[in-house]
């Protein structure tokens, strides 16, 4: 043999191969086979033409994408590959074979599987898919794949998960409040990816072994952005959550002997400069530290702009501009599209070192001990992240790992003058460690290992609250650890609900609301009535302190490219940081106690008629909007499915308060690992294992996640079905 394909009975691919490079390659074909057009997107992202075939609403992505220069810097850390680590980059390109060789029989596979709504079985045959009908609605023929492609991908994925144009936000509520409006309205916001992570030791277990488990919290994406697998050859036999279009398994993975997750540091690690630019007959010319006008590196690219409804489209010139800084990201010589003299560049490490982490890929497959995956993770780049690792002999790690520069405090507050002297990067930190406390450690975004790395983390909510529950029980099992994942209970609230213990005067309405919410376990459970009117009232409140008159000047945002907008809207930015302005000592003179009066009466006035979960939905992305016409009847179309939680709570599932309930960020999957007996552990994606709308895995985990269930983690090849020899 060189490589087996098997399924389990959630249509989950199981690979065996001779090799390393056969396995890598297997990886790449199956993929491609069950995540085509998942693929195809983020390849075409990753190089900036997206918008050729998904139109318009694509452009200011590719515009990023073209004038950060991520297939440029991909390309440059896949060379550095190759002369420094040839066994990574042949491992790499073997990926990508495989990715052609699926994507080369995408569009002439037979259809022979039909939608299913029955729970799968051991039993349930493995059948191949057909392919994912968004190619032909769009006319995409598959492209071919490079072997800087999955680099590019990787990149193109978390160029903005650290946050940057949150500098951009405190620039702009600097200018319009003064630099303290900066801790008022710091923390998550609505842009940030996060996660739980909690690691137990064998002290605080069942069985004396430890258990890891948690869930990344990310855009819920259809197809999901985690795509769970099994990895086996002779060197190593490995599960776990991988990133498609990337080989290996790189954030969540158990290789038997060994586990690890991650959750996300928050961390600062790049940078944003004011450039002074002009153009001169040979170019462009940028202002440097040393008051020396220096030649910037300036080409035109063309992106092509699909029409509506297929129709012929608009080619847009785009100016690629580099500074000795890195990549200019918005404005130009000219200044932004407003006119605003204004050009940002843009330094982020894989730029600089052209090093993107991927050699630490392999030697995390291969680990078999706790040691082996922290010098594994030695050579990690971005995202920085807080990784969690247990052993079967009793190993345990806590660190940062990651890539972050040294540099002035000011560089990670906010845009910085690249004309100025002393905003230069010198060295990288030395990525933190921490311990566990009464036998656990957790990790939810918080201030924590990562505390000097970043400037803005999340509220401590969540991990208190997982804290909490962990010193609840002496002894915890993994079937145990999904009451954790699904735990409802707001710790934010209480800022709200204070406000109202203050409060007298009020109509019989409003008195009984507010006695009703005092009263409220401040659980946001879907079937809930208390949390429907807690978060109406919440909305209310976010509404009316966003309408006043003091912060009225923030409401208009700089005229910087569309896709970094949603860091400078300042209703959820209002929203997100509720608590900290309602417990502020002063807010610019604003009335608190009147705003959530007015509220009140209003909720109380108009309540909402349903429960929590009737508003609060899901809305997965999609590259491709669905194609079911609007009802002309006024109907409205059937919403995503209900939803338990909120952003401050374990259960993550992110409203944006002021401006919608529905929640389109949240956990992206759920996993928990048994280092007693790797088939202990269990996992659960929000769709499916298969990207291909209409197959039986499609959509079959989703009865799982949405009841906080999870799937049995397989890996006995006699219990799984074969599916081919390649």
């Given at each position: 043999?060189?490589?087996?394909?098997y399924?389990?009975?959630?249509?989950?691919?199981?690979?065996?191969?001779?090799s390393?490079?056969?396995?890598?390659?297997?990886?790449?074909?199956?993929?491609?086979?069950?995540?085509?057009?998942?693929?195809?997107?983020?390849?075409?992202?990753a190089?900036?033409?997206?918008?050729?075939?998904?139109?318009?609403?694509?452009?200011?992505?590719?515009?990023l994408?073209?004038?950060?220069?991520?297939?440029?810097?991909?390309?440059?850390?896949?060379?550095?590959?190759?002369?420094?680590?040839?066994?990574?980059?042949?491992?790499?390109?073997?990926?990508?074979?495989?990715?052609?060789?699926?994507?080369?029989?995408?569009?002439?596979?037979p259809?022979?599987?039909?939608?299913?709504?029955?729970?799968?079985?051991?039993?349930?045959?493995?059948?191949p898919?057909?392919?994912?009908?968004e190619?032909?609605?769009?006319?995409?023929?598959?492209?071919?794949?490079?072997p800087?492609?999955?680099l590019?991908?990787?990149?193109?994925?978390?160029?903005?998960?650290?946050?940057?144009p949150?500098?951009?936000?405190?620039?702009?509520?600097?200018?319009?409040?003064?630099?303290e409006?900066?801790a008022?309205?710091?923390?998550?916001?609505?842009?940030?990816?996060?996660?739980?992570?909690?690691?137990?030791?064998?002290?605080?277990?069942t069985?004396?072994?430890?258990?890891?488990?948690?869930?990344?919290?990310?855009?819920i994406?259809?197809?999901?952005?985690?795509?769970?697998?099994?990895?086996?050859?002779?060197?190593?036999?490995?599960?776990?959550?991988?990133v498609?279009?990337?080989?290996?398994?790189?954030h969540?993975?158990?290789?038997?002997?060994?586990?690890?997750?991650?959750?996300?540091?928050?961390?600062?690690?790049?940078?944003?400069?004011?450039?002074?630019?002009?153009?001169?007959?040979?170019?462009?010319?940028?202002?440097?530290?040393?008051?020396?006008?220096?030649?910037?590196?300036?080409?035109?690219?063309?992106?092509?702009?699909?029409?509506?409804?297929?129709?012929?489209?608009?080619?847009?010139?785009?100016?690629?501009?580099?500074?000795?800084?890195?990549?200019?990201i918005?404005?130009?010589?000219?200044?932004?599209?407003?006119?605003?003299?204004?050009?940002?560049?843009?330094?982020?490490?894989?730029?600089?070192?052209?090093?993107?982490?991927?050699?630490?890929?392999?030697?995390?497959?291969?680990?078999?001990?706790?040691?082996?995956?922290?010098?594994?993770?030695?050579?990690?780049?971005e995202?920085?992240?807080?990784?969690?690792?247990?052993?079967?002999?009793?190993?345990?790690?806590h660190?940062?790992?990651?890539?972050?520069?040294?540099?002035?405090?000011?560089?990670?507050?906010?845009?910085?003058?690249?004309?100025?002297?002393?905003?230069?990067?010198?060295?990288?930190?030395?990525?933190?460690?921490?311990?566990?406390?009464?036998?656990?450690?957790?990790?939810?975004?918080?201030?924590?290992?990562?505390?000097?790395?970043?400037?803005?983390f999340?509220?401590?909510?969540?991990?208190?609250?997982?804290?909490?529950?962990?010193?609840?029980?002496?002894?915890?099992?993994?079937?145990?650890?999904?009451?954790?994942?699904?735990?409802?209970?707001?710790?934010?609230?209480?800022?709200?609900?204070?406000?109202?213990?203050?409060?007298?005067?009020?109509?019989?309405?409003?008195?009984?609301?507010?006695?009703?919410?005092?009263?409220?376990?401040?659980?946001?459970?879907?079937?809930?009535?208390?949390?429907?009117?807690?978060?109406?009232?919440?909305?209310?409140?976010?509404?009316?302190?966003?309408?006043?008159?003091?912060?009225?000047?923030?409401?208009?945002?700089?005229?910087?490219?569309?896709?970094?907008?949603?860091?400078?809207?300042?209703?959820?930015?209002?929203g997100?940081?509720?608590?900290?302005?309602?417990?502020a000592?002063?807010?610019?003179?604003?009335?608190r106690?009147?705003?959530?009066?007015?509220?009140?009466?209003?909720?109380?006035?108009?309540?909402?008629?349903?429960?929590?979960?009737?508003?609060?939905?899901?809305?997965?992305?999609?590259?491709?909007p669905?194609?079911?016409?609007?009802?002309?009847?006024?109907?409205?179309?059937?919403?995503?499915?209900?939803?338990?939680?909120?952003h401050?709570?374990?259960?993550?599932?992110?409203?944006?308060?002021?401006?919608?309930?529905?929640?389109?960020?949240?956990?992206?999957?759920?996993?928990?690992?048994?280092?007693?007996?790797?088939?202990?552990?269990?996992w659960?994606?929000?769709?499916?294992?298969?990207?291909?709308?209409?197959?039986?895995?499609?959509?079959?985990?989703?009865?799982?996640?949405?009841?906080?269930?999870?799937?049995?983690?397989?890996t006995?090849?006699?219990?799984?079905?074969?599916?081919?020899?390649?």
């Open positions: 043999m060189s490589a087996e394909t399924r389990d009975a959630w249509g989950i691919p199981h690979l065996r191969a001779d390393v490079q056969e396995l890598a390659r297997a990886q790449g074909r199956v993929t491609a086979r069950d995540r085509a057009w998942q693929l195809e997107v983020e390849r075409h992202r190089v900036g033409t997206s918008a050729s075939f998904l139109g318009p609403g694509a452009l200011s992505w590719d515009r994408a073209r004038r950060a220069r991520l297939a440029d810097t991909a390309r440059r850390c896949q060379a550095a590959l190759e002369e420094k680590d040839p066994e990574t980059a042949a491992w790499i390109r073997a990926y990508v074979d495989g990715v052609n060789e699926g994507l080369s029989t995408t569009l002439t596979t259809t022979t599987t039909t939608p299913t709504t029955t729970t799968p079985t051991t039993t349930t045959p493995a059948t898919e057909a392919p994912a009908p190619f032909t609605r769009t006319g995409l023929t598959p492209g071919r794949w490079e800087w492609t999955p590019a991908v990787w990149l193109a994925t978390h160029i903005l998960f650290a946050g940057f949150a500098k951009l936000w405190r620039e702009h509520i600097t200018t319009h409040l003064g630099p409006a900066v008022l309205f710091a923390t998550d916001g609505p842009g940030t990816a996060g996660s739980n992570g909690w690691l137990v030791s064998g002290d605080r277990t069985t004396g072994h430890a258990l890891i488990a948690g869930d990344p919290h990310r855009w994406e259809d197809p999901g952005v985690y795509q769970q697998i099994h990895l086996s050859c002779p060197e190593f036999d490995v599960v776990g959550l991988a498609p279009g990337i080989p290996g398994i790189a969540f993975g158990h290789t038997g002997t060994v586990a690890w997750a991650i959750t996300n540091a928050m961390s600062d690690y790049q940078d944003l400069y004011h450039e002074r630019l002009r153009r001169t007959g040979a170019g462009v010319e940028a202002l440097g530290p040393d008051g020396v006008w220096h030649r910037a590196a300036r080409h035109t690219e063309l992106i092509r702009v699909a029409g509506e409804k297929g129709t012929e489209g608009e080619t847009v010139e785009v100016e690629v501009i580099e500074t000795d800084r890195g990549p200019v918005a404005g130009g010589p000219e200044g932004l599209d407003d006119g605003t003299p204004a050009a940002l560049s843009l330094r982020y490490p894989p730029r600089v070192t052209a090093d993107l982490g991927f050699g630490a890929l392999l030697p995390l497959l291969r680990a078999r001990r706790v040691a082996d995956v922290d010098r594994a993770l030695d050579a990690w780049a995202p920085v992240n807080v990784v969690q690792a247990a052993d079967t002999e009793g190993g345990l790690l660190r940062v790992a990651g890539r972050v520069p040294i540099r002035p405090d000011a560089n990670r507050l906010r845009p910085v003058p690249a004309w100025e002297p002393g905003h230069a990067w010198d060295g990288w930190h030395t990525p933190p460690r921490a311990g566990l406390t009464d036998g656990v450690a957790v990790m939810a975004n918080q201030r924590g290992p990562a505390t000097p790395l970043g400037i803005e999340a509220p401590p909510h969540r991990a208190d609250r997982i804290t909490e529950l962990l010193a609840g029980r002496e002894r915890w099992s993994a079937a145990d650890m999904p009451a954790i994942h699904t735990d409802t209970r707001l710790g934010s609230a209480a800022a709200l609900l204070d406000r109202l213990t203050t409060l007298d005067g009020l109509t019989p309405e409003a008195a009984a609301l507010r006695d009703r919410l005092l009263a409220w376990d401040r659980h946001m459970d879907a079937d809930s009535t208390d949390a429907a009117h807690y978060a109406a009232l919440r909305t209310a409140v976010v509404g009316r302190l966003a309408a006043q008159p003091v912060l009225a000047p923030a409401s208009v945002p700089p005229a910087y490219p569309e896709v970094l907008q949603p860091w400078l809207a300042l209703v959820p930015r209002v997100h940081a509720l608590e900290h302005l309602l417990r000592e002063d807010l610019y003179g604003i009335d106690a009147a705003a959530v009066r007015a509220a009140l009466e209003e909720v109380a006035a108009r309540p909402p008629a349903g429960t929590w979960g009737d508003t609060h939905r899901l809305t997965a992305w999609r590259a491709l669905d194609p079911t016409p609007t009802p002309t009847d006024g109907s409205v179309p059937a919403p995503g499915p209900r939803l338990s939680g909120d401050d709570c374990v259960l993550c599932t992110s409203p944006v308060p002021g401006v919608t309930d529905l929640a389109a960020r949240g956990p992206a999957a759920r996993y928990v690992w048994d280092l007693a007996d790797r088939s202990g552990s269990r659960a994606v929000p769709h499916g294992a298969s990207g291909v709308p209409g197959s039986p895995h499609h959509q079959d985990q989703q009865p799982l996640w949405l009841a906080g269930e999870l799937a049995p983690v397989v006995d090849f006699d219990q799984l079905t074969k599916e081919s020899d390649v």
